[in-house]
């Protein structure tokens, strides 16, 4: 069996790389590892995506798929004997529709193209990530992605109509919704999204837009304990009156870390406080949004839930302070980092924090520790930095001690990334003994030969 050859005349010559091009790819974005697979099939149509699939799962060959490769739980790594099924050029914005408020789009669509191309239209896209430069509109429908305004907005999950998903042996699934009510019998678009490419490979869908925003106020803020962090956080969503779009936390070794060199940001607020903030509401009329922004922050002081703050005049201000949000890559300065993406209920999150500060000293001695994340929606990106030299020996017992406290407060292990490789040994502390059995009943009933994304979740 000459699996390139067989490939390239279902596909075509130029739509099949070999295995020593593919070893020249890296495994993902900021990954210094190559890619190892038999080959690497770029379809151009969900049918041909469908003729590889159905090649593969005949000749018991598994399949991983692979979009924006922006993903941090190994859900794309492949063996040297699997072929990975890339969307690269099934990449096109096929309508967008003002009316109806609806996109249809390729699975292979970067997401800051969409967000681009909704724009133009008054519209907007409302899904954003640090990664959205990269990331495709499949891949973050496959791991159902949330990022910075899921307060708003809700996950991916919430802005799918409808998609068109292939099937292990090749069988199209095309369910193509484009009404917001739509209830008539099972919504089987959700066995794909969430579902990290297990059951089927996602190749186009129906996304739900927004109108544009006409203002958009940001602001940095501070606060001195735990306590005002949260009750900033009901405040502003009351006093905006429905216009919180993102509420994000950074406790005070990330803020440090982004606003000082070498990191190209620079501190808005002094840098001894406990906790920031970065509040931002989105709205229809600039000059009465700006002045209720600017009169909750006020409020907000008076009652001492906040002790500094700082409201961007501009958008290119805005920017600057999300820009010290979105550079997570500082954490790879001087070491290694071993990086967590969690949930937890808002009550629980000091404690725990301040357990783990506790317990890290002993357990892997020298280490750096930043946390910050979406505070609205209870998601913590928790990164624990050690020399390189200790990487290996140090990943399980820092992975035990930031997973198990998870299970007594119904935490998850996984908040947005999935769980791929890099967690299904923590799987069960988020799900039953019964939710996993049926997980396995529904992937063998979609592909009773694993040949989909294999060993990946559970």
């Not at 590889?52 to 794309?76: A, D, F, I, Q």
């Not at 950074?250 to 606003?259: E, K, P, S």
């Amino acid at each position: 069996m000459d699996i390139v050859t067989d490939l390239r005349a279902l596909i075509g010559a130029d739509g099949v790389i070999d295995a020593e091009e593919v070893a020249t790819r890296a495994i993902g974005v900021g990954r210094a590892e190559r890619m190892t697979a038999a080959a690497l099939a770029r379809p151009k149509t969900t049918e041909q995506v469908g003729a590889v699939l159905h090649y593969c799962n005949e000749k018991g060959l598994k399949v991983v798929t692979h979009g924006g490769m922006s993903g941090l739980v190994r859900g794309t790594q492949a063996g040297p004997t699997d072929v990975v099924l890339s969307l690269e050029r099934i990449r096109a914005i096929e309508k967008i529709d003002p009316d109806q408020r609806t996109a249809i789009v390729q699975a292979g669509v970067v997401l800051e193209q969409l967000q681009n191309a909704a724009d133009e239209h008054g519209l907007q896209f409302p899904l954003d990530l640090g990664g959205r430069g990269s990331a495709t509109i499949g891949g973050a429908a496959s791991t159902n992605a949330g990022g910075n305004r899921v307060i708003r907005y809700g996950m991916m999950r919430d802005m799918v109509l409808g998609l068109e998903a292939v099937l292990a042996d090749g069988t199209i699934v095309s369910s193509m919704n484009q009404l917001i009510k739509n209830n008539t019998g099972y919504d089987l678009k959700q066995l794909f999204i969430g579902g990290e490419g297990t059951l089927g490979v996602i190749t186009r869908l129906v996304l739900r837009l927004r109108e544009k925003p006409v203002s958009n106020n940001v602001a940095f803020v501070a606060a001195e304990s735990f306590a005002g962090m949260v009750g900033m956080l009901r405040h502003a969503d009351r006093a905006l009156g429905g216009g919180l779009s993102a509420f994000e936390a950074m406790w005070n070794a990330f803020y440090r870390l982004v606003t000082t060199p070498p990191a190209a940001g620079r501190a808005p607020l002094k840098q001894d406080y406990p906790y920031y903030m970065l509040i931002e509401a989105q709205g229809g009329d600039q000059e009465a949004d700006a002045a209720r922004f600017a009169a909750a922050l006020e409020s907000a002081l008076e009652q001492g839930l906040i002790a500094d703050a700082v409201i961007a005049q501009s958008q290119t201000e805005a920017k600057a302070l999300w820009a010290l949000r979105d550079d997570v890559g500082q954490v790879r300065r001087d070491g290694s980092p071993i990086v967590f993406d969690i949930s937890l209920p808002i009550a629980a999150m000091e404690r725990f924090t301040q357990d783990l500060a506790a317990a890290l000293p002993d357990a892997v001695g020298a280490h750096k520790l930043w946390i910050f994340g979406h505070l609205g929606d209870g998601n913590l990106h928790v990164i624990v930095q050690v020399a390189p030299e200790s990487y290996a020996q140090a990943k399980p017992i820092v992975e035990k001690r930031v997973y198990a406290p998870l299970k007594a407060v119904g935490g998850s292990i996984s908040a947005e990334h999935g769980i791929g490789l890099e967690k299904k040994q923590w799987l069960p502390i988020s799900r039953s003994e019964t939710e996993v059995a049926m997980m396995r009943a529904i992937k063998r009933a979609l592909d009773p030969k694993a040949t989909l994304n294999p060993g990946k979740i559970f």
